[in-house]
């Protein structure tokens, strides 16, 4: 179920973060797309009964199972400070304009 969920949800959006409220990376990771002014899907972790599994999925797809786990067009960039480097570098817009 969880990974129909993660599946279906990277699918839906162009920009999906699956983050926790409290994450400073979560943060970090979202205020670049807000930066470039490109709405993104955010899915918040820490009040969902299938957070454990989700982050097991989640782990599986990236390597890793903490937050923020960001995708761009079905694929996995990275995190906050992965984000934020896209972002300096001019990459993270080249990826949202093309």
């Given amino acids: 179920m969880a990974q129909k969920f993660v599946k279906d949800s990277i699918g839906k959006d162009r920009v999906v973060i699956f983050s926790k409220t409290y994450c400073p990376y979560c943060t970090k990771a979202k205020e670049q797309f807000k930066k470039l002014n490109f709405k993104f899907l955010t899915i918040e ?14 782990g599986s797809m990236t390597g890793a199972r903490s937050v923020p786990r960001v995708f761009v067009d079905g694929k996995f960039i990275g995190g906050g400070d992965d984000c934020k480097r896209l972002y300096d570098s001019g990459e993270l817009e080249k ?4």
């Fill in 45 to 58: 972790l820490e009040d969902r009964a299938d957070c454990q599994e989700i982050q097991d999925v989640l």
């Fill in 95 to 98: 990826m949202l304009t093309t």
